[in-house]
């Protein structure tokens, strides 16, 4: 029955491909997976305090997964504080003081953006899949679409199964 089902719409197909430009064949849903946004509390989950958990952070809003560096980012490792959180103040100052653990870059000098830059590109979108974004990224404060958003060109963009 199926078979026949299938035959009838290839003859269908046919039949309207032959009569002329109307039809419309739906194209086939994309391969891809909706992005994660991530709030600060969602993030705030993966510092890497939990064995288990994989752990993520972020840097210009992008969130990597940055588990398979653990020996930086895992529980009493170096660079444990920039996990959990939108860390880029920090990586673009090499500084881990707790008032540079944060997203805003508002007064950082040419050379710590350029620094930043550098990092983010070479270090982090090299070494880490990215996983999603934060939500801050994408929303303006009220909830309206940021416009100036541009997802990351990513060679190896990655959803996880789990999403
Ligand atoms: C005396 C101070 C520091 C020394 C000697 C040091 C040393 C290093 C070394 C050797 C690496 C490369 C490790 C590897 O690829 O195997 C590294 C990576 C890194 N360092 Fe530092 N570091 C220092 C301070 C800092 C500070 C203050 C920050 C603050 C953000 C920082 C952020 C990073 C980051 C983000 C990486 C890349 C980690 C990754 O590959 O995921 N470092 N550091």
Do not use: C
Not at 117 to 141: A, C, E, H, W
Request: aromatic fraction near 10%; avoid cysteine; proline fraction near 6%.
């Amino acid at each position: 029955m199926l078979l026949h089902v299938h035959i009838l719409g290839v003859v269908l197909y046919n039949v309207y491909a032959a009569a002329g430009e109307d039809v419309t064949l739906k194209p086939s849903p994309p391969d891809t997976k909706p992005v994660r946004l991530f709030t600060e509390e969602d993030l705030a989950r993966y510092n890497g305090q939990e064995d288990d958990q994989p752990i993520y952070m972020a840097v210009k809003g992008a969130v990597f997964d940055v588990t398979s560096g653990k020996e930086f980012y895992g529980k009493g490792a170096s660079y444990n504080a920039l996990a959990g959180r939108d860390s880029t103040r920090a990586v673009a100052k090499m500084s881990l003081e707790p008032a540079d653990l944060t997203h805003d870059t508002t007064g950082l000098t040419e050379e710590e953006l350029k620094s930043l830059d550098d990092i983010f590109n070479d270090v982090y979108k090299k070494k880490y899949p990215i996983v999603g974004y934060t939500s801050q990224r994408i929303l303006n404060k009220d909830g309206s679409p940021n416009r100036d958003f541009k997802p990351e060109d990513q060679p190896h963009f990655n959803i996880r199964d789990e999403f």
